[in-house]
């Protein structure tokens, strides 16, 4: 079992920079693939950003592509996504997640979840 807790949500103005975390409860982050998605109301959930961990290549949604960029730190345990130049809609709940898969892009495809973490963009 894994338990993954995200921070780093809160209150930001478009064109703001936040920096999401997640912490693994034990050593995976290197081992396995991880993702971020997000949530808006009403919406489903969405693929924002895949590391992989066989090669630690990465991989972007297209809202994300040239804005955000996910990393890892095995040593910390750590995923991170780091959201630069913030629009109004990527106003969502951010969730991530850990996959026995080698490339996982799909909700189903992920086995172990954290609790989400709020991100608000104003206008």
């Known amino acids: 079992q894994v338990q993954l807790v995200e921070s780093g949500g809160g209150l930001v103005q478009a064109g703001g920079s936040l920096r999401l975390s997640c912490a693994a409860s034990?050593?995976?982050?290197?081992?396995?693939?991880m993702g971020w998605f997000r949530q808006a109301p009403g919406n489903e959930r969405e693929f924002v950003a895949l590391i992989r961990g066989i090669d630690s290549s990465t991989y972007y949604g297209d809202s994300a592509k040239g804005r955000f960029t996910i990393s890892r730190d095995n040593v910390k345990n750590t995923l991170y996504l780091q959201m630069n130049s913030l629009k109004p809609e990527d106003t969502a709940v951010y969730y991530c997640?850990?996959?026995?898969?080698?490339?996982?892009?799909?909700?189903?495809?992920?086995?172990?979840w954290g609790q989400g973490t709020q991100v608000t963009v104003s206008s």
């Open positions: 034990r050593r995976t982050v290197g081992y396995y693939a």
């Open positions: 997640a850990l996959s026995n898969r080698a490339f996982p892009r799909a909700t189903p495809e992920y086995d172990y």
